[in-house]
């Protein structure tokens, strides 16, 4: 089956660093993809990893390991306007069937 | 550059009445397009995808189905709305090469009555 697991709601300071977590169980892999969605919005692209290791695009880094299932995003340096959702997802070996995690309710405080 | 264009942007519908989305895509020829669900908290369900014109596949078997009439256009439709069909549709288009990341449109929020 597929399963993407993420933490429901995390809590942050502004100014801080941030890791949100991703787990995920598929059929196949071929890429994770990182998105925000700020609430009644539509999701933006944030990152992409289809190899192990790090991708690092300003404040925003994203981490995978194939062979643990695992990838996560680090936020650094949070600003106010970094509170979103923030939602992991897999494209399988199959077309374009993407699977999306539940996502991570970001809350950046002052 | 490349626009997408979803509406109506809210939509309030009985159960039993019939639906139709619409999705079009500019400054782009060819893309992949797709149909996500967001129900209230939860994540994207991917509902049908289209590789090109008249090309649909189907993720979830519901009473939604989807065309393409045209290259750049996408429409989601039902003939009989159920009250579970509530949610945020969102349309979304990328490119026929990797990485396929995609570019979402502002969505339709639907509530089934």
């Known amino acids: 089956g597929q399963n993407i697991d993420q933490p429901t709601e995390m809590t942050a300071t502004e100014g801080a660093i941030v890791q949100i977590n991703c787990t995920y169980q598929?059929?196949?892999?071929?890429?994770l993809f990182w998105y925000q969605q700020h609430a009644g919005e539509a999701p933006t692209f944030l990152s992409y990893?289809?190899?192990?290791g790090l991708e690092e695009k300003g404040r925003f880094s994203s981490f995978l390991s194939r062979s643990k299932g695992y990838s996560y995003l680090l936020l650094k340096e949070l600003q106010m306007k970094d509170s979103a959702s923030y939602l992991c997802a897999v494209r399988d070996n199959y077309g374009q069937n993407f699977v999306f995690g539940p996502g991570t309710r970001l809350s950046v405080l002052p | 550059s490349q626009t997408i264009h979803q509406w109506p942007a809210t939509l309030v519908q009985p159960v039993g009445s019939p639906l139709s989305l619409e999705c079009t895509v500019e400054g782009t020829s060819n893309p992949n397009l797709y149909w996500y669900r967001q129900a209230a908290g939860r994540g994207l369900q991917l509902l049908f995808y289209s590789v090109g014109i008249g090309q649909i596949s189907s993720e979830v078997p519901q009473n939604l189905s989807a065309s393409r009439p045209q290259d750049r256009q996408f429409i989601l439709s039902s003939k009989k709305l159920l009250l579970s069909d509530s949610g945020f549709y969102l349309c979304a288009w990328s490119l026929h090469s990797e990485p396929y990341e995609q570019y979402f449109g502002p969505g339709t929020r639907l509530t089934v009555t």
């Open positions: 990893n289809v190899l192990d």
């Open positions: 598929t059929s196949g892999f071929n890429g």
